[in-house]
């Protein structure tokens, strides 16, 4: 199975950077070096998460992506200092949703861990390329001025397209599987906006600079951890 993930995300890396090459042609050159160093970031990303799912150690890495995002919510707090209530609301929030990707991390049987993963990892990318290449209706500007309907659209058909080939290791049937794959991209798609709506709340672009050409740990973990979460709960 992870073979076979691993030939699936090479492909999809090898269109992401025709796709990187193709933006890149009249792009200033500080703006194409981002665009390479953000490919090249989320591919090592990619390879350290699904190590952990081989190696079983999974838990860990969960234990430690929800300790890294505490640290950068309350750096987000400290920046904004917002009242008290609303502090204490967004902290309960996140530690319920942490406590569930952390079960999930644990109960869920790794073939379905790496699906979910999988899931999230192409509707993010292609999401991300089609917003690029075709987007021009804004889907939420005042929370996430890129995001976009027909990077929505072309993210989820190209998602559900991509997760029929995974049939055969999660034992669903094609049915279940396309259920399945909707309900990881809708999670996936709520995640991403609650993680810009904090930041936006706290006027901050970046919730850190830990992870060079990402916006920090939850930046580019949020969409696992609200899904794994929901996948836990629904499973």
């Known amino acids: 199975m992870y073979l076979f993930i691993a030939n699936i995300l090479l492909l999809f890396f090898g269109i992401g950077a025709l796709v990187t090459l193709y933006l890149n042609k009249n792009s200033q050159v500080d703006r194409a070096k981002e665009r390479w160093l953000k490919l090249g970031v989320y591919f090592l990303v990619l390879a350290l998460v699904f190590s952990s ?78 917003g690029q290449l075709f987007g021009k209706r804004k889907l939420i500007p005042k929370i996430s001025p890129n995001k976009t309907f027909e990077g929505l659209i072309g993210g989820m058909i190209l998602t559900i397209s991509a997760s029929l080939f995974l049939i055969h290791y999660t034992h669903l049937s094609m049915e279940q599987t396309i259920y399945t794959a909707v309900f990881i991209c809708i999670s996936a798609l709520i995640g991403d906006l609650l993680a810009s709506w904090y930041k936006r709340r706290c006027q901050i672009k970046d919730y850190s600079r830990l992870i060079p050409g990402h916006g920090g740990i939850l930046d580019r973990f949020d969409s696992f951890i609200f899904s794994g979460a929901m996948y836990w709960l629904v499973y």
Request: charged share 10%; proline share 4%.
């Open 53 to 130: 799912i081989y190696f079983g150690q999974i838990k860990l890495l969960a234990i430690c992506i929800g300790t890294v995002g505490l640290y950068e919510i309350f750096k987000a707090q400290l920046f904004s200092r917002p009242p008290v209530l609303f502090c204490c609301f967004v902290l309960l929030i996140y530690l319920s949703i942490l406590f569930a990707f952390v079960k999930f991390s644990h109960q869920i049987p790794t073939a379905h861990i790496c699906f979910v993963y999988f899931t999230v990892v192409t509707f993010d990318g292609f999401s991300q390329l089609s």
